[in-house]
């Protein structure tokens, strides 16, 4: 059974910092293009960094760039997201995503990512 499982969410006043993690299991995806997105109440999930199958590539959201961070470790199928200078208006629930398949490019757009996780509650407090 393929999983993703997220971790390292939690509180945290502004200005600090948190480190996201993302296990896969299931299959490897060191060949897959994977991402994080994120969902606030009342709101529609949105993209936040993506990051290619070998690490190479990376692509930001504008409100999360210089201070967000993804990386990954395909020898332990691990996505990671460093957040740096958290603000209330990264309170989210965050999710990891991969898209099932090799692609040299990166992918922004939701419906490009087949598998998910069941997300991580990140709450950043003024």
């Known amino acids: 059974q393929v999983q993703l499982v997220e971790s390292g969410g939690g509180l945290v006043q502004a200005g600090g910092s948190l480190r996201l993690s993302c296990a896969a299991s299931g299959r490897t995806f060191s060949s897959d293009p994977m991402g994080w997105f994120r969902q606030a109440p009342g709101k529609e999930r949105e993209f936040v960094a993506t990051?290619?199958?070998?690490?190479?590539?990376?692509y930001y959201a504008d409100s999360v760039k210089g201070r967000f961070t993804i990386s990954r470790d395909n020898a332990k199928n691990t996505v990671y997201l460093q957040m740096e200078s958290l603000k209330p208006e990264d309170t989210a629930v965050y999710y990891c995503?991969?898209?099932?398949?090799?692609?040299?490019?990166?992918?922004?757009?939701?419906?490009?990512?087949?598998?998910w996780g069941q997300g991580t509650q990140v709450t950043v407090s003024s």
């Open positions: 990051i290619s199958w070998n690490g190479g590539i990376t």
């Open positions: 995503a991969a898209t099932g398949y090799y692609s040299p490019t990166y992918y922004t757009r939701a419906h490009e990512y087949r598998y």
